[in-house]
T-cell receptor
């Protein structure tokens, strides 16, 4: 079975541009989360979507937005790019349950965004 | 704001040595995960611990969750070059299920 897939793999943009990153979850998973990982740091939570609704939002500016489609795939959009947005953007999918600790997140390989 | 601190930040050892890395917080977590990440790839889940005092073993890796569910450790026995990578811990609270808070990781290098 295919794991979480993300596209594109790498992306180079200039300041002020916008970018759209895409994620396809594992088949059967209805929850998708987005993380930003700056070099040398751990991933930082951006958004979680479940059944096409936003379930959580991290401490990121309104330039960051996301949505989830009926097939549970997701897009992350970033407007007015800044140099500091350069990072690895990770998508994770899960199949939430009511049991603590069983909401295992499976990460994709990420999209490496470079802002010049 | 939750904060997970990992130590050491960097660790370089010889093949065959043992090591322990730590993950500490002032927050109580409902569950804590350990991941391993290689350059250019996403984190891969190693283990999830949910019960205070829990110990889990995965071949040469031993994971422990603190009694108060605020800290965790990862012990590797007889490290091998294939263990090289970034080890991340991440925690979730009851109020933030699905929103993992990550530490900044321990970069492990095992020299042959």
């Amino acid at each position: 079975d295919a794991g979480v897939t993300q596209s594109p793999t790498h992306l180079i943009k200039t300041r002020g541009q916008h970018v759209t990153l895409r994620c396809s979850p594992i088949s059967g998973h209805k929850s998708v989360s987005w993380y930003q990982q700056v070099l040398g740091q751990g991933p930082q939570f951006i958004f979680q979507y479940y059944e096409k609704e936003e379930r959580g939002r991290g401490n990121f500016p309104d330039r960051f937005s996301a949505r989830q489609f009926p097939n549970y795939s997701s897009e992350l959009n970033v407007n007015a790019l800044l140099l500091g947005d350069s990072a690895l953007y990770l998508c994770a999918s899960s199949s939430p349950t009511s049991r603590v600790g069983t909401d295992t997140q499976y990460f994709g390989p990420g999209t490496r965004l470079t802002v010049l | 704001t939750q904060l997970l601190e990992q130590s050491p930040q960097f660790l370089s050892i010889q093949e065959g040595e043992n090591l322990t890395v730590y993950c500490n917080s002032s927050s109580v977590f409902s569950s804590l995960q350990w991941y391993r990440q290689e350059p250019g790839e996403g984190p891969v889940l190693l283990v999830t611990v949910v019960t205070g005092g829990e110990v889990k073993k995965l071949k040469r890796l031993t994971f422990q969750f603190g009694d108060a569910r605020k800290d965790s450790s990862l012990h590797i026995t007889a490290a091998q070059p294939g263990d090289t990578g970034l080890y991340l811990c991440a925690g979730e609270t009851y109020s933030n299920a699905g929103k993992s808070t990550f530490g900044d990781g321990t970069t492990l290098t095992v020299k042959p």
